[in-house]
Structure formats: C-alpha cells, structure tokens
C-alpha cells in the first residue's frame, strides 16, 4: 500500500494544505505539480520488489495519491480516497459499512442520486432506509433502529432546498446508537466547513463541484478520521475498483488549489444575489442559510465559515413561471450540476430531482436552484433581472 504524502505543509493553514499536502516536488526532476502518470502498471524491482507501494493503477496511481493526500489535508482526516463519481464513492462506503440487514437514516430532502441510490439500488441488496428530517435531531433519533442502524447521512446544507443539520448533535445521536455519521460536504465545501472535526466519521464529496470547480471533470472522494474504517474503505476502492483515473485527479487536484479565493468569491456573489431577490416582486421566497430568517441560519453560523455560492428561490405564477425564468436566463447558463466557476439556473423538480417526483422527496415545482458562480456580480444581477421581469 501507498503512503499518502504528509509534507510539513499538510498542517498549515486551509490554503497551505490546498496547495501543498499530498506532493513534494518530484525527487528526480522537481516537478512542482504533481505528474499524470498516465500507466496502468509499475516495473517491479524483482518480483514483489515494488517502487513505492504501486503496483497496479486501479490498486494506487501516484496522481491520484496527490490528491487524496490534498483532500485528507484539507477535511482534516486521516485517509482521503478518490473515486470515479460522486455516487461511486457513495456506493463504496455502503458497501464497505452497511450489510444486507442493516438500515440507514437519510435526509427527507438528499440530493436525489444519492436516494435513488439507496431506494432502487442498495435496497435491492437487503439494505433498508428512512428518509428523516435532519435538521430536527428528535426526528433522527424516532428514525434511528438500534443495533440495525449502521449510517447517518446527513447532507448540509442540503442539495436544493438548502437545509441545514448539526453535525455535532446528529455525531452525538448517531455514536449513541452505534452508527456513523456520514456528512455529504459537497455544498459548503472543505474550504466553509469541516465535518470531521465536528465529530462526523465520514466525509463524502462530489468533487465533480466546487472542489474540481471548474465543470471539466466528473469525480467524487471520501475522507475518514479512522484508521480502521480507512482500511476498510482502501479494502473496497480496490476491490470494487470505481476509482478515478489520473487525469481526471490532475484536473481535481489544480481545483483545489484555488478552492479558498474561489469559495469567497462564490459566497460574496451569492450574497449580493440573496440581496437582490429578496423583496423581488416576483419573487416569494429567498432560500440561503445566510438569511437570519432561514431556520438554519443559527447552526450554519456556527458550523459554517460563510454560507456558499448555493441559492434557490420560487417564484409568483409556479412552475410555469418558474421554468420561463431558467429559459430566458443567459449569464446563469442553463443547466445541471454546480460548483463551477460559471453561473448555473435550473429547475430541480425537472431537473436534477425528477427521480424523487412523487416520493416525500419531491421539491415545490415553482422552485428555482442557482449556482452563483464567480463572474461581475453585478451581471449575475442584471441577468436575473431580466429573466424575471420579461
Ligand atoms: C450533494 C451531492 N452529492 C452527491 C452527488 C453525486 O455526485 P456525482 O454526480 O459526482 O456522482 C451530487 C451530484 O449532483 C450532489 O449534488
């Protein structure tokens, strides 16, 4: 097995870990950036005698060791892993925590890949689930089966709805029954919080968002603060063997990198966004957990570094209206996905949520998500403009 690379860096500031943790500068030519090792196999210095620990690249691949050494640095874990998707890495954990039996509290709002994982996929394999509202930890604690109970999954803020749980109660409930909390980190990002060490076990990401950051790459990670449970993970990294490739760890990785300057700039944009649409006429709820009237606001002030580039808001004249506004947006491309350094609109209950239509997870039709991304704020505003008043 191969080291993850713990250079001194790895325990400076968030930005020092970005940059720094996981690559010291190639020893024979001082390559600053971390190679694309672009090979499926390493010579081996008579049999067994391995360069490193690598042996074959689903097993380890140095561009993706940089990597997971950045993401462990920058969650504060112990172990980062690298994964083709977002889901991947999702189902990866299942199967390296959950046996067919045993049964998971979801969010009554989680992004709807990761339900329709669970609903048509893992429970097809014995594992059951229960959608629960998880910014009420009473609600989790009622949803919770002692001694079948193997994960708490939180997202927060949640994906589109914006919800927000607290880690450090929902860690508390969770380790009281014997569970692991779980936290989906995708919207805040490492950069505005981190779970582990609110006392969550695992961290996921869709690194396809904000940290790739730049909508190139397709990807997905896992960070654990123990050792143990790490080993089970690496076990079924390479045993299932969903990992990324080293290309698309070299685009995630450069992502990274500028993760800090581009979440502030995310966050200051999403703010002067919030601050237009609030008292919009056409518009009849702003959903951010930066509002003081948002019934997160208190614990994401506490948990949060700031409150992201994730914005949704409904409008007068429901889903019709609510569609015309995403079609007649032009700064705000039209689209799925998020986390990108360009602005994003869509409508999740035809978009991104259409496999939860008609489950307790279906969103409000006239709903509209934004992804504010990091151009002149004041042509985000103006766009915005124009596609609600046309
Ligand atoms: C919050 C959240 N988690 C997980 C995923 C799944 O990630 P991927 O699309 O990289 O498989 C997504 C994708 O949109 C997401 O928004």
Redesign the pocket.
Known sequence: MTEQTRPETSKGGFETRAIHAGYEPDPTTGAVIPPIYATSTYKQDGVGGLRGGYEYSRSANPTRTALEGALAAVEEGERGFSF???????DTLVRSTVRPGDHVVLPND?????FRLFDKVEQAWGIEHTPADLTDVDAVRAAIRRGQTKLVWL?TP??PLLNVGDIEALAAVAHDAGALLVV?N??ASPYLQQPLTLGADVV??????YVGGHSDV???ALVVRDLDLAEQVAFHQNAIGAVAGPFDCFLTHRGLKTLGVRMDRHCDNAEAVVEFLTGHRAVTQVIYPGLPEHPGHAVASRQMRRFGGMVAFRVEGGEAQALAVCERASVFTLG????GVESLIEHPGRM?HASVAGTELEVPADLVRLSVGIETADDLIADLDRALSS
């Open positions: 083709a998707s977002g889901l991947a890495a999702e989680a992004y709807g890949g990761t997202e949640t994906n989906d995708t919207f996921v990401h869709s690194t396809t968002k397709v990807g997905g799925e996905s998020l986390g991104t």
